[in-house]
């Protein structure tokens, strides 16, 4: 069955830094743009960046340029959010998302928290 398992989330302090992963199962992985997603207590669910399929494009919220970046393994089934100069705002339930665009998300994984505080 389809599978998308995200781990690396944790506690981290203001400025530091964390390596997400979402590991894929159950599908044709290099067929598909994952996406990351995010949702902290009390917000909406918002994109924070997507990857396309072969991984030539990438896209990113405002908020997160120039700090995070996203790539992808598709040997391994692997998407890695790497998540640097982190803000206390980050916190939240981070979710990888696969879909044939990085804006329909036809899959979900379970979420990995990240919290980023002192």
């Known amino acids: 069955q389809v599978q998308l398992v995200e781990s690396g989330g944790g506690l981290v302090q203001p400025g530091g830094s964390l390596r997400l992963s979402c590991a894929a199962s159950g599908f044709t992985f290099s067929s598909y743009a994952i996406s990351w997603h995010r949702q902290a207590p009390g917000k909406k669910r918002e994109l924070v960046a997507a990857i396309t399929s072969a991984g030539g494009s990438t896209t990113f919220a405002d908020s997160v340029k120039g700090r995070f970046t996203i790539s992808r393994d598709n040997a391994k089934n692997t998407v890695y959010l790497q998540m640097n100069s982190l803000k206390p705002e980050d916190t939240a339930v981070y979710y990888c998302?696969?879909?044939?665009?990085?804006?329909?998300?036809?899959?979900w994984g379970q979420g990995t928290q990240v919290i980023v505080s002192s």
């Open positions: 998302s696969a879909g044939p665009t990085p804006f329909s998300p036809r899959y």
